[in-house]
């Protein structure tokens, strides 16, 4: 009998279909990580941290329907123990002051590398978010 790890359950809301794909591709093949979701706006993105549970969501800021801001603070009500990573292209200094009053838990840039991110995803939720 041997022991598996707990998996880090992970949900992925971002707009653009390269940058889904792109991120589930790179979550799929990590070990102890579980994509449990994608959208493609934020209320397919509270609707799925709803029903999963994620540790770990990767929120993109600018989407149609409703941006990532109000999505955040809509998942942090109904899932209040999940981390939210804002996960954007984005470098407009406003967006940082925005992240910083919003229930963001961590702010990654969407150039960063697949290795950083993760290592990021798995710091993250091991402290209380």
Known sequence: MSFKPPSLKVLVVDDHELTRLSLSVTLTQEQNIELVGVASNGQE???LAREHQPHAIL???QMPEMDGLTAATKIKQAVPNTCII?????????????V???PIDA????ETPPA???????????QPC
Not at 107 to 110: A, D, G, L, P, Y
Request: aromatic share 6%; glycine share 2%; charged share 25%.
């Open 45 to 47: 993105g509270i609707d």
């Open 86 to 98: 804002a996960y954007s292209s984005v470098s407009d200094p406003q967006i940082e002051v925005m």
């Open 107 to 110: 702010f990654c840039r969407k």
């Open 100 to 102: 910083q009053t919003a």
């Open 59 to 61: 929120l993109d800021l």
């Open 116 to 126: 950083q991110l993760i290592e990021l995803i798995k710091k993250l939720v091991k």
